[in-house]
């Protein structure tokens, strides 16, 4: 299917936050990190982004020994939970995890009781579209949870700004979720040929990418010319499937991961040849696709993702989206005081140009199905699947977003101990990072959330946060809504016109 199309051009300057000395006092002009951005979802604000600052610093407990006691540890690596566990953090690093009647807390740790918490590892969310550093953007992944972005787009021109954020990351000079980016998609008419494919998967290799997005327009020698350079090199192929490839042949080339289940119900139709024609001569070719859905074939392809290696996005918040922005309803429960109102003004537009635009309601109801279907089916036959949403599509808010996929896979048949995986050890396994992320455990980052209830007994349990850790770094539950509150404000009295 062709993907959802919105405007994601944005430049933005910004102002590197540097933590405070030991000892010295934190004040507005030391972490003022002033900038504008041509079209932001969060109002840029020199005197918000300060404040901002202010509060991520003043809150967090930096460089310190944090003990958290007496809580439910969920590990989503084994699929199990250990009650009256106590979690010891030293600096940026878990040090100790084991029952709280044995686990040894230092004499100088400060010490946070747990009981009645539920404790998960920091969220993923493994499809996002930052693209300048929307650094106002950050406050709302962080209170969400959201520890580990993968930037699925970046421009030329922004590509040094994600490379020194990651830096000022890693290095702690600024606190933010996790990015791992690579460039805009591989696509035609910019790739012609698959010597010129050949040639730009080399540039990026050598610009330390380990990812390698493709698109829709790919010619098919480019796409395989493409798969067949970044194994060479050892580089992941991600992205779409290009229109001139069937998802059968995407585990012989190596795809890495497919977003969006782009694709997948095309190949899955028994008369696939002729959807493919229709679409590729401009008639959309869903209800031939539906009513020509072949189970078997579905279940084949699966079980060749599966041998593989070829990971799922699904994205089911965009589906979801666009099936109501087709009704002309607008999601109920979309957190939008933290839009701005230029996007708010757009969003309606926007999120109809989607897969759903052109079809009639109950075709648009049975695609949706269709899209669950296949996602249980996935999860079924254990084709690997990780949580992103396409953030910013239109109501996609950042970080909330993430929870409402979490709910969407558990609606589509994962378990909740399944989605939390998806968002937590899945993306550190594929991106191969398993050695510092993805579960609670002694050496790795601590990157944590602590739940007031059991997301096993409902995964709208996520929303309910009681405090994220980052890299070390306590925010409590104060501070969380301090960020939040922040945004909103700085949203309410910027007063921008639709269109500005």
């Given at each position: 299917m062709i993907g959802p199309v919105f405007s994601r051009n944005t430049t933005t300057t910004y102002g590197v936050v540097l933590p405070p000395k030991k000892g010295t006092e934190v004040t507005d002009t030391q972490y003022a990190g002033g900038g504008r951005s041509a079209r932001q979802l969060i109002v840029p604000c020199p005197v918000a982004r300060c404040a901002l600052s202010i509060i991520l610093f003043a809150a967090a407990i930096l460089g310190q020994t944090i003990a958290l006691t007496d809580?439910?540890?969920?590990?989503?690596?084994?699929?199990?939970?250990?009650?009256?566990?106590?979690?010891?953090?030293?600096?940026?690093?878990?040090?100790?995890?084991?029952?709280?009647?044995?686990?040894?807390?230092?004499?100088?740790?400060?010490?946070?009781?747990?009981?009645?918490?539920?404790?998960?590892?920091?969220?993923?969310?493994?499809?996002?579209?930052?693209?300048?550093?929307?650094?106002?953007?950050?406050?709302?992944?962080?209170?969400?949870?959201?520890?580990?972005?993968?930037?699925?787009?970046?421009?030329?021109?922004?590509a040094p700004r994600q490379r020194e954020y990651t830096q000022d990351v890693a290095q702690g000079r600024r606190i933010g979720p996790e990015l791992l980016w690579t460039l805009f998609s591989l696509d035609a008419p910019r790739i012609a040929g698959p010597q010129q494919a050949r040639a730009e998967v080399a540039r990026r290799a050598a610009m330390g990418l380990s990812y390698i997005k493709i698109y829709n327009a790919l010619s098919r020698d480019s796409y395989f010319a493409i798969a067949d350079e970044c194994r060479k090199r050892g580089l992941q192929m991600v992205g779409h499937i290009p229109d001139s490839v069937s998802a059968s042949d995407v585990a012989r080339a190596g795809q890495a991961s497919v977003e969006h289940l782009d694709g997948i119900l095309l190949a899955c139709s028994r008369r696939e040849e002729e959807a493919r024609w229709r679409m590729q001569h401009g008639s959309d070719p869903t209800k031939l696709v539906l009513d020509t859905f072949d189970s078997a074939k579905a279940n084949a392809l699966l079980d060749s993702f599966r041998q593989g290696g070829v990971?799922?996005?699904?994205?089911?918040?965009?589906?979801?989206?666009?099936?109501?922005?087709?009704?002309?309803?607008?999601?109920?429960?979309?957190?939008?005081?933290?839009?701005?109102?230029?996007?708010?003004?757009?969003?309606?537009?926007?999120?109809?140009?989607?897969?759903?635009?052109?079809?009639?309601p109950a075709t648009a109801q049975r695609l949706m199905a269709a899209y669950q279907d296949l996602v249980r089916r996935m999860n079924q036959r254990g084709v690997r699947i990780f949580a992103g949403t396409d953030t910013p599509f239109p109501y996609c808010i950042p970080g909330f977003a993430l929870h409402d996929e979490l709910a969407l896979l558990v609606e589509a048949g994962l378990s909740p101990m399944a989605a939390l995986k998806a968002a937590t050890w899945s993306p550190a396994e594929f991106l191969h990072l398993t050695q510092n992320y993805g579960s609670v455990e002694p050496g790795k980052i601590a990157d944590l959330v602590v739940l007031d209830a059991d997301p096993l007994l409902s995964i709208r349990n996520t929303r309910r946060i009681s405090a994220v850790i980052r890299r070390g770094r306590m925010f409590d539950d104060k501070a969380l809504r301090e960020m939040l509150a922040r945004v909103e404000t700085e949203v309410r009295k910027s007063g921008q016109p639709p269109g500005h």
């Open positions: 809580c439910t540890l969920i590990d989503t690596r084994q699929g199990t939970t250990a009650p009256h566990s106590t979690i010891v953090m030293n600096g940026d690093r878990i040090a100790a995890r084991g029952p709280s009647a044995s686990t040894r807390i230092p004499a100088r740790a400060r010490v946070v009781r747990g009981t009645g918490k539920f404790v998960i590892p920091g969220l993923w969310d493994l499809h996002v579209h930052v693209g300048a550093i929307e650094e106002d953007w950050f406050p709302l992944f962080l209170a969400n949870g959201v520890t580990g972005l993968r930037e699925m787009a970046a421009s030329e021109e922004n990971w799922q996005t699904p994205t089911l918040t965009i589906h979801k989206i666009g099936l109501l922005a087709r009704a002309k309803q607008l999601p109920g429960d979309i957190p939008i005081q933290y839009a701005r109102r230029d996007y708010l003004a757009a969003w309606p537009r926007e999120s109809r140009d989607t897969a759903f635009a052109t079809l009639d």
